[in-house]
T-cell receptor, first 113, second 115 residues
Framework: DSGVTQTPKHLITATGQRVTLRCSPR?????VYWYQQSLDQGLQFLIQ???????AKGNILERFSAQQFPDLHSELNLSSLELGDSALYFC????????????FGQGTRLTVV | GESVGLHLPTLSVQEGDNSIINCAYS??????FIWYKQESGKGPQFIID?????DKRQGQRVTVLLNKTVKHLSLQIAATQPGDSAVYFC??????????????FGTGTRLQVFP
């Protein structure tokens, strides 16, 4: 158990809908990273927050957004969902602003039908 | 591009044999590399890392080799065990962001260990 908690574990929704994925980082970690893992794209960095502020952006679509709250948990919002958004979404957390030291959660499997 | 799942290269080894998993990275400016293990239904887990000023680093039953000349990374697992069955990813840190590192993951390889 990495200490990073993601909910829900599985999510099935229809195209056009909006979903929110939640991540609770390890106790004391200030940085949260979101990754998308799909069959044809591998593991892709989406966005990072550090102590409540956006720190770095990767290949995140405009339909997607995220935030980190004062208690340091983070949410990834996916809207106007398309079939191609079906993937595993991972959250990782680290104490410092270093992705290389992050621990990953078990992921949320999103299926868009 | 990167691929996992159906398009994933697979390495099948017999229990007790040594495994070698390879990875080609893209950015010659990358100065830090990590190998991750991802078991079914779990997130990636750190195995071992290496900095660009080294060409070899050893851990417990694992060794990472770095060849900067050809931008190649390998992970060697000694005496492979059934519990080593997983997908293995390399990741590079291209240092494109000031004071922030952002990992770029390479193509995963599925390791299957048979008795």
């Amino acid at each position: 158990d990495s200490g990073v908690t993601q909910t829900p574990k599985h999510l099935i929704t229809a195209t056009g809908q909006r979903v929110t994925l939640r991540c609770s980082p390890r106790s004391g970690d200030l940085s949260v990273y979101w990754y998308q893992q799909s069959l044809d794209q591998g593991l892709q960095f989406l966005i990072q927050y550090y102590n409540g502020e956006e720190r770095a952006k990767g290949n995140i679509l405009e339909r997607f957004s995220a935030q980190q709250f004062p208690d340091l948990h983070s949410e990834l919002n996916l809207s106007s969902l398309e079939l191609g958004d079906s993937a595993l979404y991972f959250c990782a957390s680290s104490f410092l602003d270093r992705a290389s030291e992050a621990f990953f959660g078990q992921g949320t499997r999103l299926t868009v039908v | 591009g990167e691929s996992v799942g159906l398009h994933l290269p697979t390495l099948s080894v017999q229990e007790g044999d040594n495994s070698i998993i390879n990875c080609a990275y893209s950015n010659s400016a990358s100065d830090y590399f990590i190998w991750y293990k991802q078991e079914s239904g779990k997130g990636p887990q750190f195995i071992i890392d290496i900095r660009s000023n080294m060409d070899k680093r050893q851990g417990q039953r694992v060794t990472v080799l770095l060849n900067k000349t050809v931008k190649h990374l390998s992970l060697q697992i000694a005496a492979t065990q059934p519990g080593d069955s997983a997908v293995y990813f390399c990741a590079e840190n291209p240092r494109t962001f000031y004071n922030t590192d952002k990992l770029i993951f390479g193509t995963g390889t599925r390791l299957q260990v048979f008795p």
